[in-house]
């Protein structure tokens, strides 16, 4: 049985989030050659301040970008 592990940053859509797992079911399913009924999937959100890259948080680089 597949176990996807899914981090998102907060802000999608129940939609959004329903159309990714379903495409990755699918593309785990049919690349496994496993049921798509044994495909699990987790999704874990994150705050802004919860992730960061170079030790700066998606919050501070948000803060940062020049606006349109």
């Known amino acids: 049985m597949p176990i996807i ?6 802000g999608r859509t129940v939609e959004q989030k329903r159309r990714v797992v379903a495409a990755v079911a699918d593309a785990a399913a049919t690349a496994l050659g496993v049921s798509k009924d044994t495909v ?4 874990t959100e994150h705050g ?4 960061a890259v170079s030790g700066i948080t998606v919050g501070e680089r948000s803060e940062k970008k020049p606006q349109p």
């Open 40 to 43: 699990r999937i987790l999704i």
């Open 5 to 10: 592990e899914m981090h998102l940053m907060t």
């Open 48 to 51: 802004l301040e919860d992730f």
